[in-house]
């Protein structure tokens, strides 16, 4: 199984930042990508950006230009920069991997932190 732990989330003001972090744990071969996605009250969960494991990224389309993902392959941690935040932002913010484990190999599997949440004042 593979463990994902999410920390950063809060309460900020518009125009503000924030960072969070996601460190995978657990009996890993190898994670093929990572990535965030949110979910606000009544709408349906959406891709906020993803990484591969060659760096490639992915954002989506509100948050270009704002949100910056990044990965630690060492540590089995995603990061993912928010600037500029706006009260649209507002939500509950998962970490996603595409993972393999050592029973699982070659197959990959997704799986989903808790959650964290981000609350932006206007």
């Known amino acids: 199984q593979v463990q994902l732990v999410e920390s950063g989330g809060g309460l900020v003001q518009a125009g503000g930042s924030l960072r969070l972090s996601c460190a995978a744990s657990?009996?890993?071969?190898?994670?093929?990508?990572m990535g965030w996605y949110r979910q606000a009250p009544g709408k349906q969960r959406e891709l906020v950006a993803a990484i591969g494991s060659g760096s490639s990224t992915k954002y989506g389309d509100s948050v270009k230009g704002r949100f910056t993902i990044s990965r630690d392959n060492a540590k089995n941690t995603v990061y993912l920069q928010m600037n500029s935040l706006k009260p649209e932002d507002t939500a509950v913010y998962y970490c996603n991997a595409f993972a393999s484990t050592r029973s699982t190999w070659p197959g990959s599997h997704d799986y989903w932190g808790q959650g964290t949440q981000v609350t932006v004042s206007s």
């Open positions: 657990g009996s890993i071969f190898s994670i093929n990508a």
